[in-house]
């Protein structure tokens, strides 16, 4: 599946994709000390609650650049709720390794990932979302089937939840 990286490994400046110029953006920047653990992007042809493309975070040995497309397996999701002015809406972080990884070439799912690399992924997120003044719930982990089905209801224009 192909996956369009926004902001790369080690970054803490957030870049968005600008559809009307097709071009990518610096979005926001991130508090001090805190990056990007990952190449984090979209999956191309979905849409979130949020109305934006499903966020993606590319677990890999290596960092790319903004507007790189990337041949990777989805091995999960987390599963999470943001809050914001006391609005509440569904806000998944899907995970996927590259085609291309060496070091993470046996992984297929969720399982196969250290769980410790999962739980600091995790607060990075809870800490990414903080440092905007936005509370980031986790609800749990998916594995790759469970993903990939969420993943088939999001492309397929239903509600990414309907089958919960």
Known sequence: MDIIIETPKGSSEKYKYDESLRLFRLHKTLPAGLVFPFDFGFIPGTQGDDGDPLDVLVI?????????????????????????????????????????SRVFENAISIEDIPSTLIIEIETFFINYMHGQGKEFHLIG??????????????????SKFATR
Request: aromatic content about 6%.
């Open 60 to 100: 890999s040995e290596f960092q790319t650049f903004p507007g790189c497309i990337m041949d990777c397996r989805l091995v999960g999701c987390i599963e999470a709720e943001q809050f914001n002015e006391g609005a509440k809406l569904r806000n998944d972080r899907f995970l996927a390794v590259p085609e291309q």
């Open 141 to 158: 982990n998916l594995n790759a089937s469970q993903a990939i089905s969420l993943l088939s209801n999001a492309r397929n224009g239903a």
